[in-house]
């Protein structure tokens, strides 16, 4: 991977809110150039605004779980700025409910975007990593490593665990490196259909922000798979 953190790029789906927000800004404090993703546009012209318009970021208005938007995204991406360093596949949501009791409609959705979204972001941006020696993010959730009675998003999560891993045995050869980030419960709008935050402490979208960059910036030759970040007191 390059040297020169200032030359470096980052495409982050769900972009525009919560975690994937929290990442934008830790690198383009960090003086990376970042393209970011959401289906809203507005969310994402809002965040732009809020930034104040800087010059390294670029907004994608696209479903993460559409194979054409998603290869759109990564060709923007190149067409801006030349390289591709890093993807973070962090576009994702819970319906919060149950398979025993819970509404179906809602439930095609979320599967597609939380399992088939960051396999095509994989799929679309794998060349590009190539020629860097870049790094493929998955944000997870503890949700894929604990079973919780009914829970169809965490099964959602399983297959991101199991995804994060097949994809390192496929591209570490190609010098490309894969960081699963499993967080536990984190205070962002993930938790707004839900109707209420859960109990207990919870993380700050900044404190996995900071574990993501964490992960990127590990020297050359150093591949971090699994981190898992829970807010002290949660007891799974």
């Not at 040297?3 to 690198?27: E, H």
């Not at 993703?37 to 208005?61: D, I, N, Q, S, W």
């Amino acid at each position: 991977m390059s040297t020169s953190t200032a030359s470096r790029v980052a495409l982050i789906t769900g972009g525009g809110s919560g975690i994937g927000a929290a990442v934008a800004r830790r690198l383009l404090d960090a003086g990376h150039r970042v393209a970011v993703t959401g289906r809203r546009e507005e969310r994402l012209r809002a965040f732009a605004a809020e930034l104040g318009e800087p010059e390294g970021l670029l907004t994608v208005a696209g479903n993460a779980a559409e194979w054409d938007d998603v290869q759109a995204a990564v060709e923007a991406t190149l067409k801006d700025f030349g390289r591709l360093d890093t993807v973070v596949a962090n576009a994702g949501y819970a319906t919060h409910d149950s398979v025993a009791e819970g509404d179906p409609a809602g439930w095609r959705d979320m599967v597609l975007t939380n399992v088939l979204g960051p396999a095509l972001l994989v799929r679309a941006s794998v060349d590009a990593l190539k020629e860097t020696g870049g790094r493929i993010v998955l944000v997870g959730s503890v949700a894929g490593f604990v079973n919780t009675p009914g829970n169809l998003y965490g099964a959602t999560k399983w297959a991101v665990t199991g995804l994060a891993e097949n994809t390192r045995r496929q591209v570490t050869e190609w010098g490309v490196g894969v960081t699963l980030i499993a967080p536990g419960r984190v205070e962002t709008p993930f938790w707004d259909e839900y109707g209420s935050l859960p109990p207990g402490r919870l993380l700050t979208a900044e404190q996995i922000a900071d574990s993501v960059v964490w992960a990127i910036r590990q020297p050359e030759g150093v591949d971090v798979n699994t981190v898992v970040v829970r807010p002290i007191g949660q007891p799974n």
